[in-house]
């Protein structure tokens, strides 16, 4: 620890013992020395090298220091065959300073990201999370990829190895931004860093855009699959969120299928996290198998009458099925931490390619320029027999004079002076070399290098379109089956209490005011979870609204409890209160949505002795007929009259309320059972998260009652009805929803497979409750054309047969064939072979209007009529 953060008192006392046991021992020895101060520097020390040489990789390649290392040991020992891992590990080890086990365990991990190395043998899973073979038994070469855009040694700068025995690399001169295509993470002393992988397309694209000056943006793509909600990735900076999810689909009413997983699960946490939610009770299946090989497919099986939209929504809720994962942009620049977003990462990544093309350029021109001056040299040497004037020098210096005073008349031409190297070489030319050689050849090798010349000159020239050039290249070369993997796609929130399975039981002392799930010798209320709220409403007027407890006071005297909801508006409470002991009676109806857990609210003025008379909970805002009776008064004729719920508005549940009475109510009866007063709930279609929902997202389907339902076709050629519950999961080929209206006809055009021939129906769906397939089953039978109007129309466009070509047909489907069964075969289209058909405007059809009910609004929308109670005792409404 840093002594500033040591106790003042402490720290002093330290230093004077250090002090004090120095002075000892230099009276001892002269060769010990103070030791006060020494600390202060390690734990830095120790948090600096973690940071810059174990867990953040360096902007420049992309790599941690031991990842870097192995790339190069497996360059040093790459000969186009496969290497033991162990080898590998053993060479990798000259250069890295610590165990075989965390080198080993860094060249498998590399090589699952299957980009920088080829491998051979079992190198594990991702998916399952099953681990490599040892490294004896697996083998390593480097990929083409990484041979193409990892090593060039005439641009790396090198440093000596940490015994000093070898040269290693600085940082590897990688043109591809690796640390985004691979990913990163690493813990350090007081930092971590989590870099998220991106597509290998993507990002070559977004490198294109950079250099053209584009805007672009790039977002993560897992090696697992999976469904990605990247809308908070904040540039993958500290503080962004990306929520990933499996891909899971119903294979039946009783089976689910997992085909993807997270990033950062593996089918086996997968699993264990389904099992543990299905023990807390959380969900509920049956069994589950893990078929998984190359591909995914967990198979989980549910008990009958388990939802599986319902189930599917509690994997996501409760399990490992759905994961948020924290990016974190942090690596070494000029040997600090630096945190910045994936953007400038890219334009880091970018730009460097750039400068190292250009480097990598110069140093091919210099070498082809001293190509061409010392074939130049060897040209002018031999072709004007200069050699013969050294036959009678004696002297070597006499020979390098002479050898200059030949070349002076002929070098004028040279791009730069004749040097004593220069003249050095010729005098090394074999006789062979010259007595062979040809001038023609050697003018055209010196032409070949003055295009080779320029046409480096010309790339140094266009940098940025040579660069542009060498990223489409990469693509060309590598980029085949490196699509992107990872659907992105917006995620709905999942409510935890709307999935949770109701797992136990709540039961009611309704005298002695208790409920819970441990009171199981009292009234019975209904199922229930353990995050569940409870509303619970008193005699005596009040209400509150408390979490499921096994044992739990709330007062005594209860009439009504049930499961909360805090987002339901449709339930309606219709209620009638006496104010105080002796006072008028009030009615009113009302929704009970925010509220405060544990706060009791009156529903009535809060008099002492107010009481409530009649209460019922309406699910869908029924409003039922009662009859008051009232106690006998001499003064009141009439001691009896009915009252209809339905005649009032719906405030909220601090209203007042009318006046039903001044005087004394002796009881009250149902008369008659009410319908809803609730307007029909308007239902959308959000196609970016494929959810209903009753926010006003996406496509309005329509206002629907409790009876209706939705219409859904596939384009498989399957259909079926449901209710329209916000819960529910669409498969992914959906053509159709809306809905639906039982006498309204379907139109199909439809392949079959096994007469090869196209076919045209109509039908109406005839069994509301089973989903049916409306196209033969063969397995090349296709659905072309699918319409919910009442007169469709079609044009047909036929192939050109032997040279002829038949004009388009336009169809009426209305007039080509009636209604029939959804299982008929339907009509023959046509004989003639068929390149297109194409749905046009559909003709005109005037529909019978549907009466609408009036219908009692939620909210306060003026005022309400007054229930007044006249001296006869008759209520009358003003």
């Avoid at 004394?664 to 008659?672: M, Q, R, V």
Wanted: with cysteine.
């Amino acid at each position: 620890m840093h002594e500033d953060n040591l106790d003042p008192e402490l720290n002093k006392q330290n230093e004077e013992f250090i002090e004090d046991f120095t002075e000892v021992q230099e009276e001892e020895t002269e060769t010990i020395t103070k030791i006060t101060g020494m600390y202060k520097d390690w734990f830095l020390d120790y948090a600096s090298y973690v940071i810059l040489e174990r867990a953040v990789p360096a902007i420049e390649d992309g790599f941690k220091p031991v990842q870097r290392r192995i790339m190069h040991s497996m360059k040093e020992l790459d000969d186009g065959r496969y290497n033991k891992v162990a080898n590998i590990v053993g060479h990798t080890m000259q250069y890295h300073p610590h165990g075989d086990a965390s080198i080993g365990d860094a060249i498998v991990q590399l090589g699952q990201r299957e980009l920088l190395i080829d491998m051979q043998g079992n190198w594990g899973n991702i998916l399952t999370g099953d681990g490599a073979a040892a490294s004896r038994y697996i083998e390593a070469r480097l990929s083409k990829f990484a041979l193409d855009v990892l090593y060039s040694p005439k641009i790396t700068t090198w440093q000596a190895s940490y015994d000093g025995r070898r040269n290693e690399p600085v940082n590897l001169p990688v043109k591809f931004p690796l640390l985004l295509a691979q990913g990163a993470e690493g813990i350090a002393v007081g930092l971590s860093t989590k870099v998220l992988p991106h597509n290998f397309n993507e990002l070559i694209d977004a490198s294109i855009k950079i250099l053209k000056g584009k805007p672009f943006t790039i977002y993560p793509d897992f090696p697992t699959y999976g469904i990605a909600d990247v809308s908070n990735y904040n540039d993958g900076l500290r503080g962004g969120r990306v929520r990933v999810r499996a891909r899971i689909s119903q294979l039946d009413k009783n089976t689910l299928v997992i085909t993807q997983i997270p990033f950062s699960t593996n089918t086996t946490t997968l699993i264990d996290s389904i099992l543990k939610a299905n023990e807390k009770g959380k969900i509920k299946i049956k069994k589950i198998e893990d078929n998984t090989a190359a591909e995914v497919e967990i198979l989980v099986h549910l008990p009958a009458g388990v939802s599986p939209d319902k189930t599917i929504d509690a994997l996501y809720a409760f399990t490992a099925c759905e994961t948020s994962i924290a990016p974190l942009g942090c690596i070494i620049e000029n040997n600090r931490p630096l945190f910045i977003g994936v953007s400038a990462m890219l334009k880091n990544s970018t730009h460097q390619t750039v400068d190292l093309l250009k480097r990598e350029l110069e140093i091919e021109l210099d070498e082809l320029e001293e190509k061409w001056h010392f074939l130049s040299l060897e040209r002018i040497f031999i072709e004007n027999r200069i050699y013969r004037a050294i036959e009678e020098e004696e002297t070597w210096e006499g020979v390098i004079k002479a050898i200059d005073e030949g070349l002076k008349p002929h070098i004028k031409h040279l791009k730069r002076e004749v040097t004593e190297e220069d003249i050095i070489r010729l005098t090394e030319i074999k006789i062979k070399r010259i007595s062979r050689f040809d001038i023609d050849k050697a003018n055209q090798n010196i032409e070949a290098l003055e295009g080779d010349i320029e046409k480096v000159k010309y790339h140094l020239a266009n940098l940025i379109p040579f660069a542009i050039d060498y990223f489409s290249r990469l693509k060309e070369k590598y980029g085949k089956g490196r699509e992107r993997k990872t659907e992105l796609k917006s995620f709905d929130t999942i409510e935890a209490t709307k999935v949770v399975l109701r797992n136990t039981k709540l039961y009611v002392n309704r005298e002695e005011g208790f409920f819970g799930t441990g009171l199981k010798r009292d009234e019975y209320v209904c199922d229930c979870s353990d995050i569940d709220d409870v509303i619970v409403f008193l005699r005596d007027g009040s209400m509150v609204v408390s979490k499921v407890d096994e044992k739990k006071f709330v007062g005594k005297d209860i009439i009504h409890i049930a499961v909360f909801d805090k987002n339901d508006k449709r339930t309606i409470y219709n209620l009638i209160y006496r104010d105080g002991k002796s006072g008028p009676s009030y009615i009113k109806r009302f929704n009970v949505s925010g509220i405060t857990r544990d706060k009791v609210y009156s529903l009535t003025q809060e008099n002492t002795g107010s009481q409530v008379l009649y209460f019922s909970a309406n699910p869908n805002g029924e409003a039922e007929v009662v009859t008051i009776l009232l106690r006998q008064l001499s003064n009141v004729k009439k001691l009896k009259f009915d009252i209809d719920f339905a005649e009032l508005l719906i405030k909220g549940r601090v209203a007042k309320g009318n006046l039903v009475t001044k005087y004394a109510i002796k009881k009250i009866e149902l008369k008659e059972k009410g319908i809803s007063t609730l307007r029909p709930r308007k239902i959308w279609f959000d196609d970016t998260v494929h959810r209903l929902n009753v926010d006003g997202r996406g496509e309005l389907l329509g206002e629907f009652k409790a009876d209706d339902r939705l219409l859904v076709i596939t384009q498989s050629g399957r259909l079926k009805t449901i209710i329209p519950e916000l819960t529910t999961h669409f498969e992914e080929d959906m053509i159709v929803l809306e809905k639906w209206r039982p006498t309204k006809p379907i139109s199909a055009i439809y392949y079959d497979g096994e007469k090869a021939r196209y076919y045209i129906k109509r039908f109406i769906v005839e069994n509301e409750n089973k989903e049916e397939s409306f196209i033969t089953e063969h397995e090349n039978s296709k659905l072309e054309i699918v319409s919910t109007d009442f007169r469709p129309v079609v044009e047909v466009v036929f192939a050109k047969v032997k040279g002829t070509q038949k004009e388009d047909l336009v169809i009426d489907l209305e007039q080509f064939i009636a209604v029939k069964g959804i299982k008929a075969l339907g009509n023959q289209l046509t004989a003639d072979k068929i390149r297109q058909i194409s749905a046009l405007d559909s003709l005109p059809y005037e529909e019978e209007e549907e009466e609408e009910e009036e219908v009692a609004p939620i909210g306060e929308l003026g005022e309400l009529p007054d229930i007044i109670i006249d001296e006869d005792g008759q209520g009358s409404l003003f």
